[in-house]
């Protein structure tokens, strides 16, 4: 028998995830030197790990020949001094990315719905039709999450809804207040998540953790692949109340995260200076970004994360072109706006050449 009549027919038409393409793709496809590529399509910190995560990472090699802890009990309790929260309270995934998919494993049926913003991070979507369940997709209002009929599209068959704020690919953000009534306002059989992946560039990002004191059905996800600079190492987490927690912690495997990942997430921790030295750099770039727009006459997106919607009109053509010139950033036709393309805010040098090649290849 065919293997594709064998699988669950959901895997027959997923869609494809489409990744920022790594340098060393572009050079060999494209005939460049990787040296002289720049990435600004995945939304990584341009400044790296802080020194002590790499040194950690490094240290933790020697133990290489042992399981990690799947437990992650070292960044649990760190995580929880720093959040003011239980260690309990947390889950450790393979970047944030798996703790979405560890909820569709814990709440996911065939034919349950799950609310999301059209458009907002993908896998949210993937993650739904995967196990069987329908994205029921509300259109952004302004470029950022229109909550009100985000509650309105929840029906008896809602199991999840994701919010994602900073939201990406918008750089947009909803406040504290509304995200606060949003959560407080939905029917007991649904979930929310809140995925804060980019909080830390926000000053004053909003503090969801009443919800979790209120024991509301809440998990909110965070990942030390962007102010952390580890997008490598895969490691993100989930935080909520202690017994949703401990579910989820029920569907991952057994060693999950790697020992590497937790030593340099850890370490990272306890090098808050780096990440604010990142936070104050992402603002100033952010700022060149679309001071170079204006300059440019192209309209933006204002963003309070580390990445920059960009209009160029056609966005699959100018990423294209920039990428001839050794510039990698993001279309975002696969998120529905084709005339936009989506570059992540890298450091002063890599801003300006940016800039200039878009300058080029606009014309
Ligand atoms: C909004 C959002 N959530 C989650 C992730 C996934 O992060 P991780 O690397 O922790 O899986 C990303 C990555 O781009 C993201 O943009």
């Keep these: 028998m065919k293997f594709a009549s064998l699988v669950n027919p959901a895997v027959l038409t997923q869609p494809v995830y489409e990744p920022g393409k790594p340098i060393e793709d572009v050079a060999r496809e494209l005939g460049l030197d990787p040296a002289g590529i720049i990435k600004l399509a995945s939304n990584e910190n341009p400044f790296g790990p802080s020194p002590r995560a790499a040194a950690a990472a490094t240290a933790a090699l020697a133990q290489g020949a042992l399981y990690p802890d799947g437990g992650c009990y070292a960044l649990r309790q760190k995580l929880a001094a720093a959040r003011g929260l239980g260690a309990d309270q947390f889950i450790v995934g393979n970047g944030s990315n798996e703790i979405i998919e560890l909820l569709g494993h814990a709440l996911l049926r065939p034919g349950d719905e799950v609310v999301m913003g059209a458009p907002a991070?993908?896998?949210?979507?993937?993650?739904?039709?995967?196990?069987?369940?329908?994205?029921?997709?509300?259109?952004?209002?302004?470029?950022?999450?229109?909550?009100?009929?985000?509650?309105?599209?929840?029906?008896?068959?809602?199991?999840?809804?994701?919010?994602?704020?900073?939201?990406?690919?918008?750089?947009?953000?909803?406040?504290?207040?509304?995200?606060?009534?949003?959560?407080?306002?939905?029917?007991?059989?649904?979930?929310?998540?809140?995925?804060?992946?980019?909080?830390?560039?926000?000053?004053?990002?909003?503090?969801?953790?009443?919800?979790?004191?209120?024991?509301?059905?809440?998990?909110?996800?965070?990942?030390?692949?962007?102010?952390?600079?580890?997008?490598?190492?895969r490691i993100g987490y989930g935080y909520a109340a202690a017994e949703i927690s401990a579910l989820l912690n029920r569907v991952r495997q057994p060693f999950n995260v790697n020992a590497i990942a937790q030593a340099a997430a850890v370490a990272a921790l306890d090098d808050p200076e780096f990440a604010a030295h990142c936070v104050r750099e992402n603002r100033a770039g952010l700022a060149q970004l679309e001071a170079g727009c204006r300059a440019l006459g192209r309209e933006f997106v204002p963003s309070v994360a580390n990445f920059l919607l960009i209009h160029v009109g056609d966005g699959l053509r100018v990423f294209d072109a920039l990428q001839r010139r050794g510039v990698i950033v993001r279309p975002v036709k696969s998120y529905g706006l084709p005339e936009w393309v989506r570059v992540t805010v890298g450091t002063r040098g890599q801003n300006e050449r940016l800039l200039a090649e878009l300058a080029t290849v606009l014309g």
């Design 121 to 233: 991070f993908v896998v949210y979507k993937l993650v739904t039709l995967v196990f069987g369940a329908k994205a029921v997709e509300v259109p952004l209002v302004q470029h950022r999450h229109d909550l009100g009929r985000m509650a309105a599209a929840i029906t008896p068959r809602t199991r999840l809804v994701f919010v994602c704020s900073p939201n990406n690919p918008t750089g947009t953000a909803n406040t504290e207040a509304e995200l606060l009534a949003f959560a407080r306002a939905l029917p007991p059989h649904v979930v929310a998540v809140f995925d804060e992946a980019y909080a830390e560039y926000v000053a004053d990002a909003p503090d969801l953790r009443p919800l979790l004191r209120e024991g509301r059905n809440v998990v909110c996800l965070r990942t030390f692949s962007k102010i952390y600079g580890l997008a490598a190492l």
